[in-house]
């Protein structure tokens, strides 16, 4: 694939992100002046981010600021560097914890461990990977672009040859994105570690997880994952704000010499505070570290790897309320369903921004639109984070009744009946109420 | 029916509030240390009370103390006073927003409109009605108790007649339950009206509105009610501590005179500290002060009308599921159906408790459980305060798979399909978002 | 003293909470609207109660309501009882949280332990007492009233003369405030105790320790208190809505025969409840039961009796500070000085309520009107709850420049001075800092 | 000055920020399990940033996540967007507001203006200054910079003479921090604009606003500022996570060639996102769009001139107490003097991070300490944001005491006193009390 200008692959994709697209939506202008009505009842929010928030998180960043140089605060980070590393499921690496969003993660990674116009190998299989690809473009490196037909999984064939091909290890990192929140396709990510492996590549292995981490199988440390990220706002359940970043050793030492210029990214400068013992070398969210702080201990109060089954569980019902309904997934074959995503395709009379748009408008359901290639073509049911069965229930019945309000025609119950057969033989018992 | 003691009836109904119910259960130690989990995901409040507070109301309460005597809760208040007939549908009544629980506006409504030994009559039909009689004997009223059959509404033949009887007028009350929460049954009040009107029978006539006002059509000056009074933890969906209680000009009247001893429950002292113009006589909570200002804005954004309508349309989904699901309703005839609550009968050989408490366990579903004659009988899914359709479907949807659980042969979808196929064709846009 | 009737006594007090005395401090419609503008800078909240909110309370409260019926709310309610019994340093009471005010928690123990017509024995030394006395009338009982001018401490002489006489025992209560919160006035219990012990008279000990437990010196078992009770508005630094009442076992025993009548705050329904462990009558506020969780946990994380130590420091700076102003302490005696409440007498030529005015207006600082007697005489400084040195020192100037503003010829500084110089040498470090 | 190396630079101030200054402050493991004890009442933060947090900023946060596609977030956005500009005074900018913090709103200003190797000119008078700096050289921009002592303001002097010698304009940017908050230094930008036009000289005028804009005056558009920017947790009075840059039409026109790479940073991607009307090239932080909305409502509702007289008021109540202790401001003339933040010189025999350690150990008071050149020799006392009289008053009186504490012979209540005589005179009504 050429992508030959930067302007003009974002130029292509920028339709889908148009307010147009809502035309008929009406935000009067109260809206602005903080008393819009939300309409009865909760919203039930099923984009794959952001998303829902548990109480007990939103509870504890219910506070006053704090100076951050007084000795709670360094204590509390402390902790939370040790903990953090365990969503990775690392303990060699080293990780940060950046006041930015995935995207200042994604820059993080590349500029801390990346020179100019150093080759990298970046997959294109949707609209995440493609942003990368544009970033990774911009901030100067050659990138050697794989691509694969949306709702495909990484072409790593193509990944094996290029490595067995590169001898002289010109090669500097392969860059992939875990689940691909456009079309919900996850990677897998041992088998890009066994072909470096197996070629005996020396390049960095950098990993978007902004979509799997705390949701997916992940582990950095068993996969030989150089640098891996994800943003608060995903499946750790918290607001916006935090570009959480793991290096492992091989890539500290590789940022001794990068030579791309940083400096809010700069890992050194984060290495300097965290010597001194004060963590910050600017001013963190004072709020977002005790929000961090909960939400890391409500996963391992439920246990991470429980978790993962449970998002695990929700996918499943998803799917399997997808086929009960007669629509296709969006991904093409099973070994790259995504548990944190699904993208659902319409048929072609149907334009799939019509679904988000009455879910919102008639349901206070949110569901993610179809971006670029896919634009019109899928809509996006995310259930990713702090989310249980009758959430997703609730959703799914939901989204039946916007089907048939916009011409498919489905049998109402028919998704709802096919998850809860498979959801009561699997859920387990709360832990904590047995 | 011959209530004769009162110790006896509590006793009776005793066991329905048993913590036994609750074996197997786990609640560590933890949970008393504030860290105990709640398990993924959000809790499905469907008990028909305390309901889900809207995220505005939660917002709105979260604050620190204020002096109430400096102008800012007078003017608040004086507001308040004014907007919270608007719930009852007065205009001539006096409103009094009392710091205790709907017990404690029952006390009110009854001690400072009667005097000891007058002579009242009182409907029983489930365990709220009941427990209200409990209360007007332990008063010391001589309580005529018109009982019917658990599942029927107030049997108002026998009103009739005993007003008909009675034209030395030594009735001083009609009091009745408009929603009886225990069985899901309510009563018509207008009829109640029309009877007294055609004796043209001055007997005070006393609602209990707790689980009706602001969900189903209520219309006090309309039907001429005398004391209506409601908590706020119900279809005001705030938390427990606002007792609001509204008398009609005739009430307060009797107020005059009443000899019921009453101090904290005293309409007189919030008539005298209205008129000082600072309206408490001692001090109120200020959090839920702006918590029902919050809860009046949002009713009124959505429209009072439209807000029963809602609860009208979330009550017929349900009853539409229960018969899917093949089980009968307690209210026994459609005229009773309550819009706020279902009871649902469950067959013989199944224990409704150990559907609630399976649904608690394993879904994070909180049904009501049955009480007193219907215990173990019926579990009741309560669909009253700010709740929309989708939270409604995921309940269903958990009821469904909870039936399964404990041996109940449902079809898995059924009443989710019967809910969706009236609610695709009955929910209207969401006003803000057309 | 005479106190004929019950109307003319509340009269009598009634201008002294009317609105007129903040004539010119306008609330525009917007604050009724929820955007009224509360000034820049945080409201300085001196008034003895409500009193300020920890921000780990208001946290505590931040949340969604619940089944009260299900594990949860009875496990922490079990453990509730348990610990707040060690605020009133009480290990054979038997608690009751009961959702009401302070008022509430007056009728709850006098009805619960009384019968009407008992003659029972009450000082009247300030507003709050004579509204209890107002109640205990009210409320049928036979109350001598032993009046002292107000300012001083209840006259226990008279006290002991009553009981000397009192051969027939027909005395069956003493009711005493223990901290009177309109004159800054403590009553020593102790002696109270002692005077009963000496005649050996079996008549029931309740104490009223709504501004004093938590705060000041308080040992309900050790002075054989039979009925003590406080408001979580008060020195527990929680929002309005709680009634918390202690009972003796001699208490409980007089609740078995006392014929007042009760419903609402009939002790039966809750240790029916208590048995059967589910713990509530009627619904209590979940919000509030997770206050005072945490509420308790803050005051047992610093200790009580320091908690009492700090009170007792900021109470003798506040009256340093009063004494370098050159005004005097409505409290005539040192033995009644009160370490919650400090009430200034001004001079004549000034008229308090505009320092109270003034306060609120110009330096967003909210002080206690004088009341009643004292009304116009006195404003108050409250000093108790979640408050530390600082926060009164930014008080103490406050007043100060509010004595300047309404022509009183204060030394600016001079009062600060004073208390700084005492709090410079006593106040300890934080404990969870060293 | 010559800086030869980045590195050293850093290495040099690194020790102020040290953890070991706090030594002897415990903070207990459990402080990292959330439930550390903040010690009695509030917490007096006096830092100059982060600041607190109006409770209604709070208040507004308090939420859940939300789509920020569908129509609510852009509409709010929109409305933001136009209002931020109003605190830079500012109708011809085009303001960003950034998930970043002041460091990243250095490098947006920077890197969207300007190419590698541009020549500028950057003062260094203090800590931020230096910090900007260090960024510029390390983003490979050729800096002149102009140094002068700690505690004087920038010599404005110098560059006159660099930009009278610079005919061929090299000098592509003057970048110049208005307050620098290590020494408490304003610098005149009226004058900066003045000398550039004097010479007309083309350099883009970038100006570090971040502890003045919304509390010192400001006015972009009158004094040609061509980027401006701030942090959300200054002077606006929320939590850190949003940093707010504004550029002129020039320098939006620059960026348009401006070579330094930039991704998360860049400006074009923000402006696609305008034009397209869903305002976000990547996923913002829900809660403090809300929080930015109450904030801004916050300032408009006191009136920003009015925001920047409060500040002025308590500048200067400040230095008149610094003066009554006998202390020397940091600040070496009066033409400098910040109205945010004081430093404070101690005497030689005092180490100021004492100062700053006890305060916060005994009275809970935090302030600033002493950075870099003059770490140990001041401490600061930030007086920003969301403040009152009295809050500063409490800390004014608590700073005393510790400076007895430390053994520095204050007269206590002389500051306060002194304070409190220009306070008195001078502080308003507020004006939603009148």
């Known amino acids: 694939m050429v992508i030959s200008c930067r302007n003009s692959i974002s130029e292509f ?6 307010a147009k697209l809502w035309v008929g939506c009406r935000v009067s202008k109260k809206r602005q002046k903080m008393d819009y009505f939300y309409g009865p009842g909760r919203n039930h929010l099923f984009v794959p981010g952001p998303v829902n928030i ?8 219910n506070r006053n600021n704090e100076d951050y140089r007084a000795p709670p605060i360094p204590a509390l980070t402390k902790n939370l560097l040790e903990d953090v590393k365990k969503i990775f499921k690392s303990t060699s690496g080293t990780p ?6 995935g995207t200042g993660a994604w820059e993080s990674a590349l500029t801390n461990t990346l020179s100019p116009r150093d080759r990298i190998v970046s997959f294109l299989i ?19 672009v794989i691509e694969s037909e949306w709702g495909q999984g990484a072409n790593l064939d193509v990944l094996a040859s290029k490595l067995a091909a590169d001898s002289a290890h010109t090669i500097k990192a392969v860059c992939i994105v875990h689940n691909e929140t456009a079309t919900g396709v996850t990677n897998n990510l041992a088998t890009v570690r066994k072909i470096l492996d197996h070629y005996q590549h020396p390049a960095l292995f950098l990993v978007d997880g902004v979509s799997s981490i705390c949701a997916l199988d992940f582990r950095m440390d068993e996969w030989g994952i150089d640098v891996a990220l994800t943003g608060s706002q995903k499946a750790l359940s918290m607001p916006t704000g935090m570009g959480i970043v793991c290096a492992s050793p091989k890539a500290l030492e590789a ?4 030579k791309s210029i940083r400096v809010f990214f700069d890992w050194k400068d984060y290495l300097k505070f965290y010597k001194l013992g004060t963590y910050w070398p600017y001013t963190p969210s004072i709020q977002l570290l005790y929000g961090l702080r909960t939400a890391l201990d409500l996963i391992f109060l439920e246990g991470l790897d429980n978790v993962i089954a449970r998002h695990s569980r929700l996918g499943k019902a998803t799917r399997l309320a997808v086929e009960a309904w007669g629509l296709k997934n969006c991904t093409q074959k099973e070994e790259w369903y995504s548990d944190t995503v699904t993208a659902v395709l319409v048929p ?7 679904i988000v748009k009455r879910g919102w408008q008639r349901y206070n359901l949110s569901l993610g639109l179809g971006l670029n290639k896919v634009a019109g073509k899928v809509f996006r049911i995310g259930h990713l984070g702090n989310l249980n069965e009758l959430q997703l229930l609730g959703c799914l019945a939901g989204v039946e009744m916007v089907l048939k ?3 498919y025609p489905v049998k109402l119950g028919s998704g709802v009946a096919a998850a809860c057969a498979f959801l009561q033989n699997t859920t387990p018992l709360i832990a904590s109420r047995i």
Do not use: C, H, K
Not at 96 to 101: A, D, G, R, V, Y
């Open 348 to 354: 072609p009379y149907i334009d799939s921004s019509a």
């Open 13 to 18: 994709w920028a339709e889908s992100y148009s």
């Open 405 to 407: 309000d916009v011409g």
């Open 96 to 101: 940060f914890i950046i006041p930015t969003t």
């Open 54 to 61: 548990p109480e007990e998180v939103i509870r504890a960043m």
């Open 126 to 144: 949707g609209q995440f990977s493609l942003l990368w690809i544009d970033q990774q473009q911009r901030l100067n490196f050659d990138v050697d």
């Open 255 to 258: 940022s001794q010499t990068a």
